[in-house]
């Protein structure tokens, strides 16, 4: 078995994987700061939850965007399972070539699902990831990854609302009924999801427009994706396990 373990920057998701099986998954929140035997500790109770023992993991990968944590994260994996991950940076093999002006400069998170969105469908595709930011990366028919699009995700926009004003609340991030709201929470849940539906069909007919992609396949990823599955009809399809697979399929080229 592995672990595919995603470092975000509101979570550390990982997946367990035996083979191409994706066993589990559990999440960590990444801003709490945590020495290496915290770490290790934490691990090894999560997995005994799945009933699987520390002995019966093999290998580990790591995408990660927080560089800080990265050393107590490591020796964790060390001291703990026994175990030295592989990162996702420069050097890895990816089986898509960035082909942009400086290519270090692509997030490893962005790397993998690219990886795994060309591996399971194919190119030309946009894959868009609902995150802490929302990102779009195109990956073309001959697997170069050519551009990218960052935004602000729903919750980095929800929380400039109601900390940069001084009468706006703390909401539910949440479709309302209509977009015609009348009142203060329903108005601010309207503008920050019809505005992300909004950005995400313009920047994907805009990505078509240039590109010339009519047969452009869109897939999204991310935790706040799910609320955005079923928003629109220029989404073809919703894989919230989109970064732990092109974690696996990565370790399998690399290992």
Same mark, same amino acid.
């Given at each position: 078995m ?7 920057n ?15 998954t ?5 801003k709490?700061?945590r020495?290496?035997?915290?770490y ?9 939850q799945e009933?699987?023992g520390?002995e019966? =993991?093999?290998? @580990?990968?790591?995408a $990660? ?6 050393? *107590?994260?490591?020796? &964790?994996?060390?001291? /703990? ?9 420069p050097?890895?093999?990816t089986?898509?070539?960035?082909d942009?002006?400086?290519?270090k400069?692509?997030g490893?998170?962005?790397?993998v ?5 060309y591996?399971?469908?194919?190119g030309?595709?946009l ?20 551009a ?15 900390e ?6 703390? =909401?539910e991030? @949440?479709?309302?009924? $209509?977009?015609?709201?009348q009142?203060?929470? *329903?108005?601010?849940? &309207?503008?920050?999801? /019809?505005?992300q539906?909004?950005q995400?069909?313009y920047i994907?007919r805009q990505v ?17 994706g799910?609320?955005m ?27």
């Amino acid at each position: 078995m592995i672990l595919g373990i995603d470092v975000g920057n509101t979570n550390i998701t990982v997946g367990i994987f035996e083979k191409k099986k994706l066993l589990a998954t559990f999440r960590i929140t990444t801003k709490l700061p945590r020495t290496s035997d915290e770490y290790g500790l934490l691990f090894r109770e999560l997995l005994s939850q799945e009933d699987i023992g520390t002995e019966q =993991i093999t290998g @580990a990968i790591i995408a $990660s965007v927080v560089p800080n944590i990265m050393h *107590s994260l490591i020796n &964790a994996l060390i001291k /703990y399972l026994n175990i030295t991950p592989l990162l996702v940076g420069p050097g890895i093999k990816t089986g898509i070539r960035i082909d942009t002006p400086n290519p270090k400069e692509i997030g490893p998170d962005r790397i993998v699902d690219a990886v795994a969105a060309y591996e399971l469908h194919g190119g030309p595709i946009l894959v868009i990831d609902f995150g802490t930011a929302t990102t779009y990366d195109l990956v073309t028919e001959d697997g170069r990854f050519t551009a990218g699009i960052t935004a602000p995700g729903i919750r980095i926009s929800a929380k400039a609302l109601w900390e940069d004003t001084a009468k706006l609340p703390e =909401i539910e991030i @949440a479709k309302p009924k $209509s977009i015609l709201a009348q009142d203060t929470i *329903s108005s601010m849940q &309207a503008g920050l999801m /019809y505005g992300q539906i909004g950005q995400t069909e313009y920047i994907i007919r805009q990505v078509k427009k240039e590109t010339g992609y009519d047969d452009l396949k869109v897939i999204s990823t991310g935790g706040l994706g799910r609320l955005m599955n079923g928003e629109t009809d220029m989404i073809d399809a919703y894989d919230p396990d989109l970064t732990l697979t092109g974690l696996r399929i990565l370790y399998d080229k690399n290992r």
